[in-house]
């Protein structure tokens, strides 16, 4: 019977006695437990990313946007209404219960002109809830007016465009062009930074009214709806289609709330993660194989003291244990090497991209280092396996 000191010894020799050997053996270990972990990090990253770029602006929001499609019960029958949006629907849907603010959106692009500079940028046609409903400050000035229609030829500009258009001259009270059209500007926004690749300050904000002369439209693109803490979205989509209905006559628009929005997000997301990850743990298989070789060598290099240990009474079964032992020893050094690597690269993410939520987790540290356990033990069975059932006399003569 072996000590338990002794069997961590007769375990752990293979691995320290050879560390170059162990270190190419366990490398395919390390490469796929680096690649399960740091594209799950990742995975976990960019879905936070997303999820927080998109939640920035409340999660008490409701779209709405013109068309419903529906199945009907005539061969491939999938019918589409699409009806246009209006100010006056807009109009309506602020006077519900529960609406705090209600936002028409219009947006396209084109050239953006002072003076002698252009730039070509997006245009957002909006009104003046705007600001307030996504929390848009204001750096000077004010922003678009409440006029109900026929509104000024006003506009306020991002803080990008601000800089490129102006540099350090005071814009306020100045006339640009927007597609050939002369705006004063009357305002400037706050810095807001970019969410999804879209530069939030690299834009002109003008009345929807103008905006949708502008870009040749007769409806609004969508309109959303801020509703109060004290009602529930559920409520709100409830009060939003009554009113809708009433109006149009028929669902021909589509209603979208941003827990919805968020819950589907986040279910995508987070198979695309599993899904990647997966694609990494193809490593492991490579580092398993590794295993299992090095295993399978060190089975007939080890027979004559495999004789020995069975010849002074040592239990198949503690034999086993012991082989086992040795190749889970090799896959958590494969694990240890691997999650190096991982926080490395980690740290570098965070270094070049610190706006990227990107860190390790616990519970993916618990899951690579339970994954290496069993690669090592499943890698593992069959030469340990094969060791057990040494006959002492057989080994002693072939060796």
């Given at each position: ?81 699409v009806r246009l949006l209006t100010l006056d629907d807009a109009e309506a849907l602020a006077r519900i219960t529960g609406s705090e603010w209600v936002v028409s959106n219009v947006q396209g692009s084109g050239p953006i002109r002072y003076g002698e500079r252009v730039r070509s940028t997006e245009i957002l046609g909006t009104t003046s809830d705007f600001n307030q409903a996504w929390d848009f400050p204001l750096a000077m000035g004010k922003f678009l007016p409440d006029t109900g229609g026929n509104s000024p030829a006003v506009a306020v500009i991002g803080d990008t465009l601000y800089r490129e258009l102006f540099r350090s001259e005071n814009p306020l009270g100045k006339f640009i062009r927007i ?221």
């Amino acid at each position: 019977m072996i000590r338990p000191d002794d069997w961590l010894r007769l375990a752990t020799s293979p691995v320290t006695s050879q560390p170059g050997k162990s270190v190419l053996t366990a490398l395919g270990i390390a490469i796929g437990i680096a690649a399960v972990t740091l594209l799950t990090t990742l995975g976990h990253g960019v879905r936070q990313y997303v999820l927080d770029s998109f939640s920035q602006f409340g999660t008490r929001i409701i779209a709405i946007t013109p068309g419903h499609s529906e199945t009907a019960g005539m061969a491939g029958g999938l019918i589409s209404s699409v009806r246009l949006l209006t100010l006056d629907d807009a109009e309506a849907l602020a006077r519900i219960t529960g609406s705090e603010w209600v936002v028409s959106n219009v947006q396209g692009s084109g050239p953006i002109r002072y003076g002698e500079r252009v730039r070509s940028t997006e245009i957002l046609g909006t009104t003046s809830d705007f600001n307030q409903a996504w929390d848009f400050p204001l750096a000077m000035g004010k922003f678009l007016p409440d006029t109900g229609g026929n509104s000024p030829a006003v506009a306020v500009i991002g803080d990008t465009l601000y800089r490129e258009l102006f540099r350090s001259e005071n814009p306020l009270g100045k006339f640009i062009r927007i597609g050939g059209q002369r705006y004063r500007v009357i305002g400037v926004m706050q810095p807001k930074g970019s969410t999804l690749g879209f530069d939030l300050d690299d834009m002109a904000y003008i009345p929807a009214d103008r905006a949708l002369t502008l870009f040749n439209r007769e409806g609004l693109m969508e309109v959303d709806v801020v509703f109060s803490e004290g009602t529930t979205s559920s409520q709100m989509l409830e009060r939003i289609k009554a009113v809708m209905m009433k109006r149009h006559g028929q669902e021909d628009f589509t209603l979208t709330s941003q827990d919805e929005m968020l819950s589907s997000m986040n279910r995508i997301l987070g198979i695309l993660t599993i899904g990647v990850a997966a694609l990494g743990g193809i490593s492991l298989l490579v580092g398993g194989v590794g295993i299992f070789t090095i295993m399978t060598t060190n089975l007939t290099e080890r027979t004559a003291e495999i004789g020995l240990l069975r010849a002074i009474g040592c239990p198949r079964r503690q034999l086993l244990s012991l082989f086992l032992g040795e190749a889970v020893m090799l896959s958590l050094f494969g694990a240890f090497i691997g999650i190096v690597i991982t926080a490395v690269v980690v740290a570098l993410l965070s270094l070049l991209a610190p706006a990227f939520p990107v860190q390790i987790q616990f519970s993916t540290l618990g899951l690579a280092i339970a994954v290496a356990t069993i690669t090592g033990l499943i890698s593992g069975i069959w030469p340990a396996y094969k060791s057990s059932r040494l006959s002492p006399i057989e080994a002693l003569r072939g060796e």
